[in-house]
């Protein structure tokens, strides 16, 4: 991401959401179309539907090919960091959760919410955030960030056990989650 581009996301949506999006930016660049790709064409890992709800939630009518980096954030910011309520939790989890989400939808949030042994209804409120809070009181930041990404490439190995064609992304999967781990 170049310079200008990322002052006037810090601008626009602060520092923690610019930092989020430029490590998923990192691994979703571009145009995509993969045939192995369940999720179908991509622009910047924004896919059609996704792009169809922000624009029937905002009357704006961008195009999935039109896309830029910064209509890319505008949709990562609403769709996702505000929707999802990415931006609610501790700053060491709002990385690995947001890039997860995009990856996997609200399927993150109720995996997370599994693993605190919360209900799972996709929704960041104070009972997840204080089970959080908990846990990371007890274990560490490091721990509770570890067995998410864990817990998240269980669920893509899963995915690739049951679809093969999935297997085209394993070791690039591998890599993005390992980077939420440094």
Known sequence: MDLEL????VRLYGVPFTYALEKTLGFEG???R????????????????????????TGLWWTLRGLTRDNAAAIYHRMF?????????????????????VHAGYF???????????????AIGPKTLGTLDRMITISG???????LAIRR?????????RDRKQGDFLVGWWARVNSFLR
């Open 81 to 101: 960091w505000q929707k999802m309520g990415i931006w609610r939790l501790p700053r060491e989890l709002q990385g690995l959760m947001f890039d997860w989400s």
């Open 34 to 57: 993969h045939p192995s790709d369940r999720g179908g064409e991509t622009r910047y890992g924004i896919t059609q539907p996704t792009l169809t709800s922000f624009n029937a939630f």
């Open 108 to 122: 993150a949030i109720r995996s997370m919410q599994r693993h605190l042994k919360v209900r799972p209804d996709g």
């Open 141 to 147: 930041t490091t721990v509770v960030v570890r067995a």
């Open 6 to 9: 990322k002052a006037e996301l």
């Open 30 to 32: 571009g145009w995509a």
């Open 153 to 161: 490439m269980t669920h893509l190995c899963r995915l690739v056990r």
